[in-house]
């Protein structure tokens, strides 16, 4: 495969202008914050650059101090930033702010089926009852596998991975290998069946993130890579050849191009190496493209349930800026300059 061509030096200003952008947002303790400063501290490992993670830091320092709001499956996506607080300043004030989200998800989470966790939302409005949706394995299975590998403890370690494994057996279709967007235990199917791109990404690059983190001794380790490995081989052949992005339907071409999903998927694919150059290539090229000079990320689509049918996803609107398109986009971005610094 040919090498990667782009210039770390226009990387690295765009990731600049993307961080400076998201932080004239306002976020409350719940995902899009969550997704947005995942991305953030990404960016502040991979360039080197301690301003980014004070942003971070001064965001969180400020709500903790009223302490943590009642808690949902998406909400405890901030813990990312808290461990990677942690790991950055040994300040244990996040460490046990993250534990307390952690202890959340242990005894408190909705679950059902094999302990799978039912997504819930900071809404008293929204109820989803015995529902997965693939958006869980990222705000939750991860943080979990994370924490647990921090704390060298072994039942968050597993409760991560049993998230891992649940959602994979409920959402991943045989037959494409792709991920559906969601699951309904009590009705017994996918819903509207669709193989959303967003969800695509929070599956492959909360795998892709799994296998850094797993033994390769460990059982999970070859369900994660063979789960991995099959989606990604679906992704490449679904990619527009003219932009480089994916749709937000992966399999209907007449759904618009979404730039989130895009950043996810694209992630998780430069984590292969050089196996999957082309196509990585060509995301450079589409998602770079969409990024505007004040570091707004466009055409990222609004907040999706899982919705009625095709159509409720193809009319998602993608005019807004979003936090899980500034977060994503850096998290690909970042992966980025390490492909540069680590080319194999």
Known sequence: MP???????????????????????????????????????????ATGNDSYLEKVKAWVDENMEDGLPKLS??????????????????????LATAREMAEFLTHEAARFGDGIFQHTVNSETYNFPEQAWVDTMFMAGFFLLRIGALLERSDYFEDGLRQYHGHENVLQDP????????????????????????????????????????????????????????????????????????????????????????AGIACALLTKGRLYNKYSQRAI???????????????????????????????????????????????FLAELLRVKQNPY
């Open 73 to 94: 499956v998406n909400g405890v996506s901030i813990g990312h930033s808290l461990l990677s607080l942690y790991e950055a300043t040994k300040d244990e004030r996040y």
């Open 285 to 331: 090229d589409g998602i770079v493209a969409r990024i505007a000079d004040d570091g707004t990320v466009t055409g990222v689509s609004a907040g999706t349930a899982v919705m009625k049918d095709a159509a409720g996803y193809r009319g998602v609107p993608d005019k807004r800026i979003q936090g899980w398109g500034q977060g994503l986009a850096l998290a």
């Open 175 to 262: 037959v494409t290998n792709l991920y559906y967007h969601g699951w309904d235990n009590i009705a017994g199917n996918h819903m509207s069946g669709i193989h959303w791109a967003r969800g695509n990404a929070w599956a492959a690059l909360t795998m892709a993130r799994a296998l850094e983190i797993v033994p390769v001794t460990h059982p999970s380790f070859m369900i994660i890579e063979g789960s991995l490995r099959d989606q990604l081989s679906a992704l490449v052949r679904l990619q527009d050849p003219a932009s480089g992005l994916w749709h937000t339907i992966l399999d209907d071409p007449s759904s618009p191009l979404e730039t989130s999903g895009s």
């Open 3 to 45: 090498a990667l061509i782009f210039d770390e030096n226009e990387i690295r200003s765009i990731i600049d202008r993307v961080v400076e952008r998201t932080f004239r947002m306002d976020f409350s303790w719940d995902w899009p914050g969550g997704v947005a400063f995942y991305g953030v501290c990404e960016a502040a490992a």
